[in-house]
């Protein structure tokens, strides 16, 4: 069971264009944003939509399909695992950042027109 102690699966669309870097070392990298919905019925049978919104990073091959492929609106599958960071402010106070990190994106819906 060790191969899925942290893996995450989303399916979703990108809440905006990925940001594309590359570190110091020359691995690329890509950061985007990704809207996960889902709708239930309340207790009065109300129809609610949930929206999660999860922080991406893909690194090089990865992070070159969606410099070329992912853009805002598009749905995509994902599967990664969770990764939290925590870092002290200019005030000193502790902050911390929870990302997915992708290890495989599939894109859903229709192609992209040409």
């Known amino acids: 069971m060790t191969t899925i102690s942290n893996t995450c699966q989303f399916i979703g669309r990108l809440g905006n264009e990925p940001t594309i870097s590359t570190t110091q070392n020359g691995k690329k990298k890509a950061k985007f944003s990704l809207a996960a919905s889902e709708t239930y019925r309340n207790a009065e049978g109300k ?16 992070a070159t399909i969606a410099e070329k492929y992912l853009h805002k609106g598009k749905q995509i599958a994902l599967v990664g695992k969770l990764s939290t960071r925590n870092y002290e402010d200019k005030n000193g106070q502790k902050q911390f950042y ?13 192609k992209d027109p040409e």
Request: a negative charge; charged letters at 20%.
């Open 47 to 62: 129809r609610v939509d949930n929206t999660t919104w999860v922080n991406i990073v893909a690194w090089d091959g990865l």
């Open 98 to 110: 929870t990302e997915i990190v992708a290890s495989d994106i599939l894109m859903l819906g229709e």
